[in-house]
């Protein structure tokens, strides 16, 4: 079956650090590609998307390109904020499977003034 | 985007109690869902559906219901609850938004009950 995995954390870093959290996925076909962000006793928030291969979802900040040759869909900032503080998802879906989400373990991250 | 509203946020309760979690949404998007999230983070689907009258059971096995008897409305409820059951409860939406005529494979979250049994 499908499955997402992305790195374990906690990740640690100081404010103005490059980020990156890695996610790798299995998937038979071309699945859309998510990154979500959890803040606490937040729910889920939609950081980023990608459809397609070479698609670069961005938001904030924050970038993630849907590496097809890889099967892999890491998320990266170039400079991190103490509010960025926040567990990170990598997930898939399908259109034609009901847009079932099949989730990462997640990453959290802590960044230190 | 999605508007998505869960009620209560929070919900301390005693064992026994029967409890039901409000899920609402605003866009008229057919399909919906239950997560239940543990401490350690992972998120496990335990129901959606596709739309009005449609209810399917998720990967993960639960004690608790759901009904759509309404497009908008998607509500959880636990006829006896438990310790066991004390986690984050996340509700979210996606698909085709009958109010704006347009299709989407995004799930849009709600901001979660979290539910504690005593």
């Given at each position: 079956?499908?499955?997402?995995?992305?790195?374990?954390?906690?990740?640690?870093?100081?404010?103005?650090?490059?980020l990156?959290?890695?996610?790798?996925?299995?998937?038979t076909?071309?699945?859309?590609?998510?990154?979500?962000?959890?803040?606490?006793?937040?729910?889920?928030?939609?950081?980023?998307?990608?459809?397609?291969?070479?698609?670069?979802?961005?938001?904030?900040?924050?970038?993630?390109?849907?590496?097809?040759?890889?099967?892999?869909?890491?998320?990266?900032?170039?400079?991190v904020?103490?509010?960025?503080?926040?567990?990170?998802?990598?997930?898939?879906?399908f259109?034609?499977?009901?847009?079932?989400?099949?989730?990462?373990?997640?990453?959290?991250?802590?960044?230190?003034? | 985007?999605?508007?998505?509203?869960?009620?209560?946020?929070?919900?301390?309760?005693?064992?026994?109690?029967?409890?039901?979690?409000?899920?609402?949404?605003?866009?008229?998007?057919?399909?919906?869902?239950?997560?239940?999230?543990?401490?350690?983070?992972?998120?496990?689907?335990?129901?959606?559906s596709?739309?009005?009258?449609s209810?399917?059971?998720?990967?993960?096995?639960?004690?608790?219901?759901?009904?759509?008897?309404?497009?908008?409305?998607?509500?959880?409820?636990l006829?006896?609850?438990?310790?066991?059951?004390?986690?984050?409860?996340?509700?979210?939406?996606?698909?085709?938004?009958?109010?704006?005529?347009?299709?989407?494979?995004?799930?849009?979250?709600?901001?979660?009950?979290?539910?504690?049994?005593?």
């Amino acid at each position: 079956g499908d499955s997402v995995t992305q790195m374990e954390g906690p990740v640690t870093l100081s404010e103005e650090a490059f980020l990156t959290i890695n996610c790798t996925y299995t998937a038979t076909g071309y699945p859309s590609l998510f990154w979500y962000v959890q803040y606490p006793g937040e729910g889920l928030q939609l950081l980023l998307k990608a459809t397609k291969a070479d698609d670069k979802g961005s938001n904030k900040g924050f970038e993630a390109t849907y590496r097809k040759e890889t099967t892999s869909f890491h998320l990266e900032k170039g400079s991190v904020q103490v509010s960025d503080s926040a567990v990170y998802f990598c997930a898939l879906s399908f259109n034609n499977a009901g847009n079932m989400l099949t989730f990462g373990g997640g990453t959290r991250l802590m960044v230190k003034p | 985007e999605a508007d998505i509203y869960q009620t209560p946020r929070y919900l301390v309760i005693g064992t026994g109690k029967k409890i039901t979690l409000e899920c609402s949404q605003t866009m008229g998007h057919d399909k919906m869902y239950w997560y239940q999230q543990d401490p350690g983070m992972e998120l496990h689907l335990i129901h959606y559906s596709y739309g009005v009258n449609s209810t399917e059971k998720g990967d993960l096995s639960s004690e608790s219901t759901v009904s759509r008897i309404r497009t908008e409305h998607f509500p959880l409820t636990l006829e006896s609850a438990r310790p066991s059951h004390t986690s984050q409860y996340l509700c979210a939406s996606s698909g085709y938004a009958s109010s704006g005529g347009y299709s989407t494979d995004t799930q849009y979250f709600g901001p979660g009950t979290r539910l504690t049994v005593l």
